[in-house]
Structure formats: C-alpha cells, structure tokens
C-alpha cells in the first residue's frame, strides 16, 4: 500500500541508468529540457484522411524530420513511424491526406523536482492516457471521418494500451483502424490469441521469431488488450513487438517495482535497438500488417457494416455499460456464430466451440465447429471485458436472472427506465431462456440461436421480456420526481390493486426492484417478516399498485414522502407539538438528521432515554425517546406530556437513570454471539424486532445474510453480546457509533455518484485485490478515482486500520483497499462485485 520512499542512493544509480539510456539512444543530450519533447505538436486539427498519433518512450526527445511532420523520437518511434507512412504510401495514400502526431505527454520514469522537471512515471502515465483519449474524441467528432493509426514504445506503449481500455475510447473504436506498441511495459504474454495469430510478436536478440512464457511480461504491470481491438484469433487490430532479451516487455514472473533498476539496466542496449538493429526490417514488417488491417478495416465501413442497425449505445449509459456494449459490438464485428454453449465452463470468458443442442439438433448440427456464444455465454464475456473480471460468472440465463443485483427492473416499469448497458432477460418467472444487451430505441445486441450470427435485433422481437438488471449498480431508474427512486428487498414481493393483502395481484417483484413512489397511506395491517406495519406505498410506474412497506428499503414510515390522502405518519399513541421538529440518527442535538416533522405529528415510541440535555422553547429536558417508524430520536421537549413520559418504558430496561436502547433490530430468531464472528459461541436469541444499546462497533467475521454481506458487528452493552451490523437497522457502519478500537474504517469524506477520492502518497492499485499481486498503478498523491465496484478480499492492515474491503477503479482498471478511499470502510451505495 503505502510505500516509504527509496535512499537516495537508488534515485543516483536510476538517474545515472536513464542518463545512459539517453546517450545511447539519443546521443547529446540537450542544454534545456522542457516541461514536454519538443517540437509541441499544436492542437489537433480535422481535414487528414490518416493521422498516426505517436507516444514516444521515457527519457526521449524528439525532433523535426520532414516538412512540417512530427516525428515520434529521433530513436525508436521514427523507425516505426517510417514504415507505418510508407506502408500508407503503397496502398495509394498520398503525404498530403496523411499526418503524423506526438501525442503531448510528460514521460519520464522518476519525479525531478527542479525547475522544468517532469512528473512521475504513474501520473505522466494518466496524463498521456486521458490526452490520448481526449485526440481520439477529437478525431471521432472531424466530419471527414478520418482513420487513426496509434503508436506508442515503451512508457507511450504503456500509455496507448491504457487507453484503449477507457469507455470513451472503446466507443470510438470504429475510428480506430490499427494500434502497434512495441517494448510495451504492460504486456500480458498469456492473452489468448495474440501470440497464436502473430499479432504479439516476440523476437529473439538476432531478431528471428521467439517464444515468451506466458508467466512473464510487463516490467509494471499485465493489461490484456480490449476484445474490440484484440478481435479474435488472427482478426483484431492491435499488433505488438517484444524482444526476448528486453524485460521492460519480457520481465520474468510476475510485475513488480521493487528491482526497477536492475531490469531496467539488464534490457539495455535491447530496449532501445528495435529499429537499428535491424536498420528497420521488423518495424517495417510490423507497420505493414498495421496498415494493411487499418486498411481494409476502413474499407469495411469499420465494425458497422449495417447502419441501419448501429451497434452502440444510443441512451444514455454509464462507464461499465458503455464498456460492455464495446466488447458486445467488438464480437458482432467479427461475423460470430452463437454455438450452443459457448463461451461457458472456460476461464477468463472467451469463445469456445459449442455443442449440439439435444432438443434442437438440426439448427445446432454445425456448433461443435463454430467457435462463438450461447445468449449468457456472449453476455458473460461483454461483461467480463468491461468490469475486468468475471462479474457475471458461468451462469444460464435463469441463474444470472435470480442473482442478487443491486438495481433490478420489472417488466411493468416498461422501456422508458432502462438504459444502454443494462442486461434484459426473456421467458416467464419459472424459467428464463434468453438474456441480451440493451443498446436504447428498443435495440439489443443478442446472440439468437443456433444456425444464426450474434447481431443487432429489435427488444420488439422477443415479447416474453422479464426485466433487466444493471450490473455497474449506478443509478436506480423508476423515474424522478418525488420519492424516487427507492427499493424493495426480498424475493416474490406482491404488489396490489388496492392497499390490501386481500385486493388483487398487479405484479410480483422476483427479486430487489427499484421502485419510484409518490406517496404513501396507512390501511391494512400486515404482519410478515417479523414486522407489523400499516404503511402502504403507491407505485405510479407499476400500473399505480400498491406494496407494503414492510418490502422497502427504509423506516415504517418513509421519510420525504407525502401522505396520499394528508394523513400523519406514526399511529402512535403520543404526539409532537410546534413547527421543523428534528428527528436525529442518535439522542444528541449534534447528531446525523433523519427527518424533520413540518408540524405536530401522531408518533410511535418505543423506550426513552437520558442523553444530551437539550434547551429549546424555554424548556431544559435530558430525556429522548426513540421512533421506530423513523429509526430516530426527538427531544422529549418536543413530545406532549411530562418531561419523562410516564407510560413509556426506559430503553434497555430500568427507570429514569438507565442506558437505553439507541437501535433497533430487524428479523426473527436473531442470534447473539460472546464474540464479533458468526463461530463464536451464542449468547442470546432476538426473538424479533429488538430496541437494543450499543456502546461501539467492531470490523469482524465477514457475514452473508439475507442478501447483504457485512463485517461490522455492534456490542450490545445492556446484554454484553456481538450482533451482525447486517440485523440492526441502519447503514453497514452505524452513524454516531463509536468504534470500539479506535478504528473508524477510513478516513471520512464525501461521495458523488461512483465518484471517489483516495488519501495517503503513494498508493497501490493491484492487478487483483491481493496486495501480494502485481501493481498496475501506483497513485502519488489523493486522487479522484470511479469506483466500478466493492468485494471482501484480503483483510489489509496499514496505516493505523484494517480492513478487508477492496475497490475495483474504473480508470486504472485495477484493485485498491478500501483503507485508501475516504468514506466508510464499506460504501453501501456501492455495489459488489
């Protein structure tokens, strides 16, 4: 995680490492360095019908060869660089119709604090890839369509395949028609294909053609490449060079910063003579499979051959989304075949040959042939691709159906609350028999049935749809307006006509469903659960149906909702007087705001307590009772009667003095345990909903209950027991309580949306969410980060905390403890993985 600086020894024998590798690649070095290799290429500008956009490696400068051409490097690049305009000049493109660029980036392997110095490796590392991003933006927007070719050597290798992993980039993906990197120092040997088809090439020291173990690769870290530019074997558009003797592509074992300087110097001169060595026979061989696939690629039309059934997103989406939907349309523009089976019981998910379909063995005669996908096997592997790793799992459609996702759609919610991305599903409630993408305006990328190609088709065709569920978990649909969106939990969750259990069935939610509500209304009782509630809420978006509240997410009485019909939340048997009354997380004046009551309002008491002595309206009162219906505290100054109410018990028991019970439980046959793990003896059993005292709370044994798994656990002081924070109502970290350690998870902070910032220098992204695995960035100071999603994993111990929380970043497409990221030490808003 954190790591403490090298001795200054190490940064002299570096910097006297990289001092070498510019004389010899570069010869004289210059007087001056500016803050960027020189000559700046200027803006970018449409009008080109080719544009080769160059990343030059650590430590090189450029210069200006040809009139007015921006050459990559006066080392590596230009050799590159050269046979990718001649290649172009042997398919008939004049010079004038083509432009070569340096990508404008800071590369340098350490920070150099003086004046004009540059940043270090990880943030030039950003920066070149987020403006690499941003010129491929550009070029997409230029009405002449033009036709990229990237390039990047080392650390610009680096920089270009980082890129190509961004949504934004991936949803260009047609403007793009080849990518060649060479001396890559985020090369994965063992991405199945490359080297097969001879796309990654590895070339021994004489330059004949090598092998590389699949076990070694990048000096920094393993990235594959996108499937939208991998292709399948021998049809993609990225190609890659590697010398056998150069352990900034070929490191052995796994990547690691620890022995930089050591395998760094180990590779020179190797690293730096892919072109000379050879005066240019590899890099010439090399551009000219790169242009000659950018080539007919473009005389393709790209990977839209039919414009009148466009493969991409067309609603809004977010970052997975738009990920998965590129990896989707990467596979529909390599003409696969669905075979039956295909793409499951194989790890990381890929195409596999199919089998024949035993109640369809005509249709499927030809799928143990055909490499290719079944409808759950091609959305499993889109996934894959955009989360990074197997987020679905080697699932049926039906299984993948009855998950426990995060945001869930029925199918009365219709179309309008969907958005490109989310995962739509076919069949009845007791089986589920297709599953697809939704690309927005009632299209959907599906792989159909055997005998058929996976292709663009109209949501229209299929008229069994069943919801859709949204992996990333952003956002929650059901509309806006008021009191949307909420939740229901639970599986097989009736709605009705009417607020009754008696009135008729509209619908039954299989699963958690995001549900918009416009108002809520007491009527019939019901008990289920281990509850009794007689709040109902009105669902606008599911044919106006009702649900009891007893199936939302939140208090009895949910707050920031109107009454339908003007009546009072509570039903109790007491009152509050006077206007803004506060309701608070715990009884203190300080304490987290829940509700405020506009004016009096009827209320349910549970117990009361002596706490914080509040003075208001000319009155000095210590007593606090707790709302159930709210999951909160007033003032009892703010509650008709006595100053201690005389009917109603102490929370925890006792009279007048005694600690009371600040929370409540949830659930039947809720057991306690002598310790904060579910091993631990027994000590109670919570027949049902409990009011109970808290004094602290603990990160233990991580549990999986009722669909949710948690690790903190809460001490009962009045009965000296552990409870699973999963059974006392409220956030996974109880607000206002304590920890019992001194350990508050992590250090607090705002969140917005996946949003995220990170604290602490130096921090480690992993390539798993293992701090043994392989660093694939390394985070130099706080830094916003997009948070795809959250998983238990190795419990982590730095920095004064421990937790076992890990987050997967969109953007470095890598693992970090959840120690680094400000907020709690798991973010329920966030979902898991």
């Known amino acids: 995680m954190t790591t403490r600086p090298r001795l200054p020894r190490w940064l002299l024998l570096l910097s006297v490492l990289l001092a070498m590798v510019a004389t010899t690649t570069l010869g004289a070095a210059p007087d001056a360095r500016a803050d960027y290799p020189n000559p700046d290429p200027g803006d970018p500008v449409c009008g080109p019908s080719w544009v080769v ?79 690499l991003a941003s010129e491929v933006n550009f070029y997409a927007g230029c009405a002449n369509h033009p036709h990229l070719i990237l390039l990047g050597y080392s650390m610009g290798a680096h920089v270009v395949k980082s890129a190509l992993q961004l949504p934004v980039v991936q949803s260009h993906a047609d403007t793009i028609g080849a990518v060649l990197t060479v001396a890559d120092p985020s090369r994965n040997n063992g991405q199945i294909g490359m080297a097969q088809a001879g796309a990654m090439l590895t070339i021994n020291p004489d330059f004949s053609t090598g092998t590389a173990a699949v076990a070694d690769g990048g000096l920094l870290g393993r990235l594959n490449v996108p499937g939208a530019f991998a292709g399948f074997i021998g049809d993609g558009r990225y190609f890659d060079v590697c010398r056998t003797d150069d352990h900034v592509c070929n490191r052995p074992g796994p990547p690691s910063t620890d022995d930089l300087a050591q395998q760094f110097a180990y590779s020179l001169p190797a690293h730096t003579q892919y072109g000379a060595g050879d005066h240019g026979a590899t890099a010439n061989r090399m551009a000219a499979k790169a242009v000659s696939t950018a080539v007919s690629f473009a005389a393709s039309g790209g990977s839209d051959p039919n414009p009148n059934t466009p493969c991409a997103p067309h609603t ?94 029925g199918p009365p919610m219709g179309e309008s609350v ?56 952003s956002g929650s649909g059901g509309g806006g307006g008021v009191g949307g969106p909420n939740s229901t939990w639970g599986t097989d969750v009736r709605t009705h006509t009417t607020p009754s259990t008696s009135g008729p069935v509209y619908t039954t939610l299989s699963g958690p469903t995001a549900i918009r509500i416009d108002c809520q209304k007491h009527a019939q009782s019901v008990t289920a659960e281990g509850y009794t509630n007689d709040v109902w809420s009105h669902l606008p978006d599911i044919g106006g149906s009702w649900v009891s509240n007893i199936y939302v997410r939140g208090p009895a009485w949910l707050p920031n909702i109107p009454a339908c019909d003007g009546s009072s939340p509570g039903g109790g048997a007491h009152s509050t007087w006077g206007t803004h009354v506060n309701i608070r997380a715990i009884p203190s004046a300080s304490g987290r705001l829940v509700t405020t009551l506009a004016g009096p309002t009827d209320i349910g008491i549970s117990c009361q307590k002596h706490a914080e002595s509040v003075t208001a309206s000319g009155i000095t009162n210590d007593a606090w009772s707790f709302l159930p219906n709210y999951n909160g505290w007033v003032s009892n100054i703010f509650v008709k009667g006595a100053a201690w109410l005389v009917d109603v018990p102490t929370c925890g028991g006792g009279s007048g003095g005694a600690v009371g019970g600040d929370h409540m439980t949830w659930g039947t046959n809720v057991y306690l345990h002598t310790a904060p793990t579910a091993t631990s003896a027994r000590a109670d059993l919570l027949p049902g909903p409990t009011a109970v005292t808290i004094d602290c709370q603990v990160h233990g044994q991580s549990v999986t209950a009722e669909g949710i798994t948690n690790d903190g656990w809460s001490h009962l002081a009045d009965r000296q027991a552990w409870i699973s924070n999963i059974y006392v109502k409220g956030a996974a970290w109880l607000d206002g309580v304590p920890a019992c350690d001194g350990d508050p998870g992590s250090p607090g902070g705002e969140t917005h949306g996946n949003t995220r910032t ?27 980060v997009t948070v795809v999603c959250q998983k238990h994993s190795e419990s982590v111990t730095a920095d004064g905390y421990t937790n076992d929380g890990w987050s997967r970043l969109a953007d470095q497409q890598g693992w970090i403890s959840n120690i680094y990221i400000k907020g709690p030490a798991w973010d329920d808003s966030l979902p898991t993985c």
């Open 53 to 131: 956009i160059s990343a030059y490696g650590t430590e090189e400068d450029t210069t200006h060869q040809g009139a007015g051409m921006e050459w990559g490097s006066s080392g590596v690049n230009s050799w590159f660089i050269a046979g990718i305009v001649q290649s172009l000049h042997d398919k008939g493109v004049q010079d004038q119709a083509i432009k070569v660029r340096n990508l404008k980036y800071p590369a340098s392997l350490i920070s150099r604090p003086w004046p004009g110095g540059l940043p270090d490796y990880w943030t030039g590392l950003g920066i070149g890839r987020d403006r």
């Open 316 to 409: 809004d989406t977010d970052p997975m989304g738009a990920a998965a939907i590129a990896a989707a349309c990467s596979v529909i523009a390599q003409d696969t075949w669905y075979t039956w089976g295909g793409g499951h019981s194989v790890s990381p998910p890929q195409a596999t040959f199919g089998s024949v379909d035993q109640s369809d063995p005509v249709r499927s005669a030809n799928d143990p042939y055909r490499k290719g996908f079944d409808c759950s096997g091609y959305v499993r592997f889109a996934y894959y691709k955009a989360a990074g790793y197997d987020i679905i799992g080697d699932r049926t459609a039906d299984s993948a159906y009855r998950a426990p996702w995060s945001v869930r759609f």
């Open 758 to 784: 990170t604290w602490g220098a130096n921090v480690r992204v992993h390539q798993d969410a293992a701090s043994g695995s392989g660093v694939v960035a390394t985070l130099a100071g706080p830094t916003q």
């Open 418 to 473: 969907l958005r490109a991305g989310d995962i739509v599903y076919f069949g009845t409630s007791a089986n589920i028999h297709h599953t697809a993408i939704y690309l927005g305006t009632g299209l959907i990328a599906e792989a159909p049935q055997s005998n058929e190609k996976i292709r663009v088709s109209p949501m229209s065709n299929h008229h069994d749809y069943m919801g859709a569920v949204r992996p990333s978990g």
